[in-house]
Nanobody, 119 residues
Framework: QVQLMESGGGSVQAGGSLRLSCAAS?????MGWFRQAPGQEREGVAG??????YYVDSVKGRFTISRDNAKKTVYLQMNSLKPEDTGMYYC?????????????????WGQGTQVTVSS
């Protein structure tokens, strides 16, 4: 079992930046960031496994996922934020090699951190 704790959310104006962090209680294999806006389905935003990364099209060029294995922490740097980026952001971990489909094996989730982007 693994515990995940997100931090770094907040309220910013459009064009601003935030960096989310996800600290894990133990080493993890694949990590993903997901978000859910009110009334919408949860979507996979970014994932990282070893040196490989995935980004949903809407955040490519603006968001960067990275990890510090020594700190057991994954980050999501979010630049040029837009109002449509608003939502609750969750990190999750998967033990699957197919995790970059942002669906397979995500069994452990954090409690989420809210991101609000105003226009």
């Amino acid at each position: 079992q693994v515990q995940l704790m997100e931090s770094g959310g907040g309220s910013v104006q459009a064009g601003g930046s935030l960096r989310l962090s996800c600290a894990a209680s133990r080493a993890t294999y694949c990590m993903g960031w997901f978000r859910q806006a009110p009334g919408q389905e949860r979507e996979g935003v970014a994932g990282i496994i070893q040196i490989h990364t995935y980004y949903v099209d809407s955040v490519k060029g603006r968001f960067t996922i990275s990890r510090d294995n020594a700190k057991k922490t994954v980050y999501l740097q979010m630049n040029s934020l837009k109002p449509e980026d608003t939502g609750m952001y969750y990190c999750a971990t998967s033990a699957s090699v197919n995790c970059l489909n942002m669906k397979t094996g995500y069994n452990y989730w954090g409690q989420g951190t809210q991101v609000t982007v105003s226009s």
